[in-house]
């Protein structure tokens, strides 16, 4: 049996987060890193520790090695690429938007997602300010699409455009869709 923490990450963590987002984006997605769609795994620090209200949290197990990775920033998806009515109903400053959730494969269906989104979502509700949730994810993922369809609303899926836009999937999350975890609750507003 595996025992893992999720927690804020630190910066004795930021290396093993972005190794876990990169092997995610070569793997995974096939894509490798694309600096137009990844430019924060380069300095995750900045993009999440650096401002109050965005945050990353890492899952690790118990050799301390960090195996799965979630962040919230405050910026809604743009127009372009996204469609212009997304990027509307979903402005930067009281959007959360969940990013990198991202699970190594031999960590997987152990409940590690599902336990980054809760805490999340505990983060964004303890902000105050934001009042919506968004993300976006890549359907030819390998269990992606079930997962977050288990835990949110569709509002727009690109594959179903004309041309099949980038052939993402966009998602509304209930701002307290999951009961948030014991372990993070002193850390949700001592940032």
Known sequence: MHDYCVRPAGPDDIDGARAVMLDTVYRDFGTGYVPRWHADIVDPAAAYLAPARHTLLVAVDAEQQVVGTGALDARGPLHPPNPRHVADRYPSGTTAQLRRVYVRAEHRRRGLARRLVAD??????????????????????????????????????????????????????????????PHLAPHLTGR
Do not use: K, M
């Open 120 to 181: 999340l979502l505990a983060f964004a509700a303890a902000d105050g300010g934001y009042r919506a949730v968004y993300l976006h994810t890549d359907p030819a993922v390998e269990g992606a699409e079930a997962f977050w369809r288990s835990l949110g609303t569709v509002v727009h899926d690109e594959r179903q455009d004309p041309d099949g836009g980038q052939s993402v999937v966009h998602f509304d999350l209930p701002l307290h869709a999951l009961t948030p975890q």
